[in-house]
């Protein structure tokens, strides 16, 4: 698979608007853990997953990082743009926002 590292950056770059540090203390939270589909009799979700890996991409320089990295900026850019396209009514508390944050990104800022 061939990727265009520099578009797949720049998406990534706008749909992640929480910075690493705070999206690790999220991962932490109750509200987090309560939200995103397991596979397999899995112990994480596969959303809570995808930001502990995009935590670590946060932290890697550009010049570090390899097709996987890119591969997971991509899916986490198209998860963002399916679940913004569904916002709900209420989505301060909603689990439709966790889940979103999981991966990253906080429709609330």
Do not use: C
């Not at 990082?65 to 850019?77: F, G, H, N, W």
């Not at 396209?85 to 429709?107: C, K």
């Amino acid at each position: 698979m061939t990727l265009d590292r520099r578009a797949v950056k720049a998406d990534f770059a706008a749909a992640i608007n929480m910075d690493a540090g705070d999206l690790e203390d999220w991962l932490e939270s109750p509200q987090s853990l309560s939200v995103g589909q397991k596979k397999n009799g899995a112990t994480e979700s596969v959303g809570h997953a995808a930001g502990r890996g995009i935590v670590a991409i946060l932290r890697t320089p550009d010049a570090a990082l390899d097709d996987q990295d890119y591969r997971l900026m991509r899916k986490a850019v198209g998860f963002i743009r399916r679940h913004r396209a569904q916002e709900p009514a209420n989505m301060v508390t909603s689990r439709w926002r966790y889940s979103l944050m999981n991966w990253g990104h906080d429709p609330l800022r």
